[in-house]
Structures are given as C-alpha cells and as structure tokens.
C-alpha cells in the first residue's frame, strides 16, 4: 500500500503502518549516524539533553557526501541500521518513533520497537543520488567535528521508503523471505 505521510511520526500514524508499505514521507527528520549517536548517548549518561527534539523524531542514518553547487546535499543513500543497534532502544525510550537506514535489526531493536509504538523504513541502498532529490534543505544542527556524521536536519519531500519493521511486531525480512519460500515450493511441485 502507497501512503504519504508528514513528519512527524506520532504513535498514531506509527501504528497505521504496516510491514511492506510503500511510504512517501515529507516534512523534517534528522540525520546521525554512529559517532552522533555515541555523543548523544555520552551527553544522556552526562545528565545533559539532547541537542534534537527526540519526541516523535524521524532519524534518517546517513552520511552525505558535499553538496554540488545549487543543491542542499549530495548524494544521500541509507547506513547499515544495525551499526545503531546498540543506541536505538534507548531513544525510542524517550520518544524517537522512527527509523530509516537500510538492513536488518537486532531482536533489541524490534522489540523496541513494538513496546515504544514506532517503525523502521528501509530506503534503497546505492540509490544516494536519487535519494538527494527528495531534499530540498539541510541545515547543521550540532557535532559539526564530525563532518560527513554530524547531526543535520533536512526538510524532505515525497522521499521514498518501504516499511520493514513496524508495531504490530512485522518485520518485512522475515515474511518475504517465507513467501519466496512457500512460492518456490509450489514451483518445485509444479509438473
């Protein structure tokens, strides 16, 4: 099912959601990746805020590379999610509702997922340039030392994403992999 959806992702449109949605999201969501997430953990177990909004955040991980002349960014394909295992359930405990990166999640992950009320979307690796088209400003907000890992915040539009993981506990990974499974069999049974 194709939905377009405005940021941000509140828990009422998280669980509207399901496994294998096409989404076409618009609005603001963040950028960080590993050594963001590692500093904003540092900055929690130090007492101190976060430098985002994390209530219904929308954190895409993603390292852009420089921007071309008369363009916000560069190209802008999804990280490996799962090198953000270790510091996503701990967000979605403050509010974070939603993800998007590319590959599978820790069990840690999908279980924060389902008891937080939130979703992961998956967007199309290799697929950076394109991606890129779908934003239309990007704005540093906080780690500027860490340049291509710093914290950004991008105004997107109509950017494309498949949901992998939602509320309900679905995880796209694993039911596609039994529908080839059972279309396969009934291919081999085939005369």
């Known amino acids: 099912m194709d939905r377009q959806i405005h940021t941000p992702i509140t828990e009422e449109v998280a669980a509207g959601l399901h496994a294998g949605d096409y989404v076409y999201l618009t609005g603001s969501i963040y950028v960080a990746r590993d050594a963001a997430h590692k500093r904003m953990m540092e900055a929690l177990d130090a007492g101190k805020e976060l430098p985002i909004e994390i209530e219904n955040a929308t954190i895409y991980y993603m390292g852009p590379s420089p921007a071309r002349e008369g363009r916000p960014i560069g190209s802008a394909g999804p990280t490996t999610a799962s090198r953000m295992d270790r510091y996503a359930p701990r967000l979605l405990?403050?509010?974070?509702k939603a993800m998007i990166g590319k590959g599978k999640r820790s069990q840690e992950v999908l279980d924060a997922i389902v008891r937080n009320h939130g979703v992961y979307f998956a967007a199309v690796g290799g697929a950076g340039a394109l991606l890129s088209q779908c934003i239309k400003?990007?704005?540093?907000?906080?780690?500027?030392?860490?340049?291509?890992?710093a914290i950004l915040q991008l105004e997107i539009e109509d950017f494309p994403v498949v949901v992998v993981a939602d509320c309900q506990g679905n995880n796209l990974y694993e039911t596609a992999i039994l529908k080839y499974k059972a279309a396969d069999e009934?291919?081999?049974e085939s005369p």
């Open 93 to 96: 405990e403050l509010g974070q």
């Open 186 to 188: 009934v291919l081999t």
């Open 137 to 149: 400003k990007s704005t540093l907000i906080c780690y500027e030392d860490l340049g291509a890992e």
